[in-house]
């Protein structure tokens, strides 16, 4: 409802003619009684003829815009100073001229123009504070999840699984006295008699009316039947007695127990509370319902309401604080909405710093020779939506953290926030810091461990292959021995090739992508350099390598050599797992944002099953009747997953058994 729109001026206008016509016809019937008043402002037969009603519409018309467009405040001062002047003017001009200035008219028009159109826009007002608070409590109904009927429900049931209860009653309290039942869960034997089943009603109604006047819990365990217990707790939020529940545990009670059900009846009667006040109507429509003590009580009872379910959202932000990580909560302006403990921690913020500090300000305290400009970071996330993450290492500490901003994004208005498949917006930044420097410390030993192994592995690796090579020179070793020879030979390079890949991978993991040395490289060209090097290789396998030549491909950032290998390893896997007499086709493709590279070949292919499984370390797919010499180390195409990413690429396989593969990875452009 638009206070001041087209609506609200055109009702205040029919309202001021109602008012003139009112006038209009008091003054000419019912004059009589104010006679004495009349005779000093008005001549004596002055009859009120149409052109005076005209006058008074067009002058009412006016005083009711006024009133619509300004407030009372601005125009009560005016208008007297007007009636006052208009006052004395009438009294002149009916003594002197004998010409009446219609000032009784027009005293009334105005007043009571003034106070119509004054209780017309506190009525629309009240009606819109009232919608608005009708959908603010249904917003909140929203993100509950639950409605209030179906989480007591829940409640109970989660009641049942944890104690061994016999009985559990919820009782309504209506302010006077009385208890009505509306819950109730039974498991104690039907054997019972009806006499003594109403007698064991009375004396629970009885201890609930207890609790009820103490507003305390009331336990009473029976130590003679294994612990039983009997237990009224009453409902109480926001310091109202909205009920009870008696619950009856048939052994095994723990005096413990209590707080777990003191704990329980208070969401019990938050619950019980939003049930109530959802059931209240607001005729809220009609005029005079601002006036109805009914209505008020009901909004009243829908702050309540919206008190309530705000109190229990805080929990979530209170529960943060429990988390190992860092959080902080940041509007789209950049104002700070909470910081958990663990932030003002690592930020090295006193609670009283935080209300000069945003988003901004809190990132320069993370600031590192890597993340050295937030304000990019967050351009980023709101262009792309997508998450921001970062390792900041701070040498003064030996600390590394985990940075990661979410641009968070919420339903549109009246949409629970549990429904899917939903338009989203944005709404706010979520930054969250985790401290992995045990994380990274593990990472360095396990790398070196690795690297180490494998350098010591070299030594004799080499020394058998040397010596293998060495013996089979000799002329004069048996044709069995040398072909015992061959395979110690064969094995011992096919391992030293492999021991090089896992430190080339392992390498590649330890650096900062920061650390890789990045100069312009023409992509096409290390290209068109591989496959001629891999030419060789192909025509032994009797498999035409082709390279599909691209001329307008710009340069990106990246490291030649690193490029260069990544290459070689898709075009050496492509003709090492094609079969004899087919092509292996090699291609670089210019894309908006990338540029990509292409290697596709005509082979065994992958099953759908195993795509995601070949990027991983030592990973191989197993085929049968597959040469010793096709065997691979399963470490090429994570080494390739690795350069790329490195590179702030992606890589992807497109492939179906017996039909080949297409194998591609993308780099950003300059």
Known sequence: MKRNGTHGVLTSLVLSISIILTIAFLWNFGGVALAAFVDLLVPQDAAFTWWKLVILISFGLAVGYLAEKYSIKKLVFPAAGFLA????????SNKIFGVGLLFIPVFLIVSLTLLVVQFKKIWMIDSELTDK?????????????KPADLRIESGLKLLETVLPLSEAIVFRYDGEGELTPLGRARHESSRESMISRQSAWRENVGL????????????????????????ALPLITEDILVGVLFVKVNQ???????????????????????????????????????????????????????????????????????LKEAHAIAYLDGTLAYLNRQMRHLAGLKTEQIPDFNLFSLLE?????????????????????????????????????????????????????????????????????????????????????????????????????????LLLADENIPEESREFLNIIASESQRLSKMLTTFLSVSNLQQADKQEIEKTPVKVDTVVHEVVGEMQDQAKRKRIRLVEQA?????????????????????IDNAIKYSPERTSVLVSTILEADFLRVIVEDRGYGIPNSEKDKIWQKFYRISRDGQDKEEESTGLGLSLVKEIVEQHGGS????????????????????
Not at 133 to 145: D, F, K, M, N
Not at 405 to 430: E, G, Q, R, W, Y
């Open 550 to 570: 691209n001329s307008h491909i710009p340069p990106v950032a990246a490291d030649k050599g690193l490029i260069q290998r990544a290459v070689s390893h898709l």
């Open 365 to 469: 305290q993370f600031k590192t020779e890597v993340f050295n400009e937030p304000r990019l970071a967050i351009r980023r996330v709101l262009q792309t939506g997508d998450h921001f993450k970062s390792d900041l290492y701070f040498t003064d500490t030996n600390k590394t953290l985990k940075l990661q901003i979410s641009l968070v994004k919420v339903p549109t208005d009246d949409i629970s926030i549990h429904d899917t498949n939903v338009s989203m917006k944005p709404a706010c930044f979520l930054i969250t810091l985790s401290d992995i420097s045990a994380v990274k410390e593990n990472e360095k030993l396990r790398s070196d461990m690795a690297s180490l192994m494998s350098h010591e592995l070299r030594t004799p690796i080499t020394s058998i292959q040397g010596f293998a090579e």
């Open 252 to 322: 095994d009670f723990e005096y413990a127990d209590r707080n777990l059900l003191e704990a329980f009846s208070g969401q019990l009667a938050r619950n019980f509370q939003r049930k109530e006040l959802r059931s209240k109507s607001l005729p809220h429509k009609n005029w005079w319902s601002f006036l109805s003590t009914h209505s008020s009580e009901n909004r009243l009872a829908i702050l309540s309401l919206i008190q309530s379910v705000i109190k229990e959202h805080s929990f979530g932000a209170q529960a943060s604080s429990y």
């Open 85 to 92: 002047f208009w006052f004395v003017l009438a009294i002149i």
């Open 651 to 670: 890589v992807g396989v497109e492939s179906e058994p017996g039909q080949g593969s297409k194998f591609t990875f993308t780099l950003p452009r300059l």
């Open 133 to 145: 608070l009708v959908t603010l409590a249904s917003t909140g109904h929203l993100l509950e999840g």
């Open 208 to 231: 609930c009316e207890q609790a009820l006047n103490t507003r305390q819990s009331i336990v009473q365990i029976d130590e003679n039947e294994k612990k039983s217990a009997r237990i």
